[in-house]
């Protein structure tokens, strides 16, 4: 399995980034996907999960400022993030199937001004 994200970068505060994972090797449509960062000296934690029919989960943070979406025919997750925020730094990692499946390489996002 392999798991590929792109769209990070150094964007201002308030500004977007549509973070996009590209999977291969599994069964795509039949797996819950995630997003998850992972900021300086803190822990991993789950930013956004959409399930394998479509139903999309936030933490808390970023709730009305991301959307997840899913497009089963290309094999990819996306993360749409709005109003972005200096404590939005962190990398970036796509998952498939939850805490015993696959992670991506990580993409970072850094929110400067």
């Known amino acids: 399995v392999k798991l590929v994200e792109s769209g990070g970068g150094l964007v201002q505060p308030g500004g977007s980034l549509r973070l996009s994972c590209a999977a291969s090797?599994?069964?795509?449509?039949?797996?819950?996907m995630g997003w998850y960062r992972q900021a300086p000296g803190k822990q991993r934690e789950l930013v956004a999960s959409i399930s394998s029919r479509g139903s999309p989960n936030y933490a808390e943070s970023v709730k009305g400022r991301c959307t997840i979406a899913r497009d089963n025919a290309k094999n990819t997750v996306y993360l749409q993030m709005d109003s972005l925020e200096p404590e939005d730094t962190a990398i970036y990692y796509c998952n498939a199937g939850g805490s015993v499946g696959w992670w991506g390489q990580g993409t970072q996002v850094t929110v400067s001004s």
């Open positions: 090797g599994l069964t795509f449509s039949t797996y819950s």
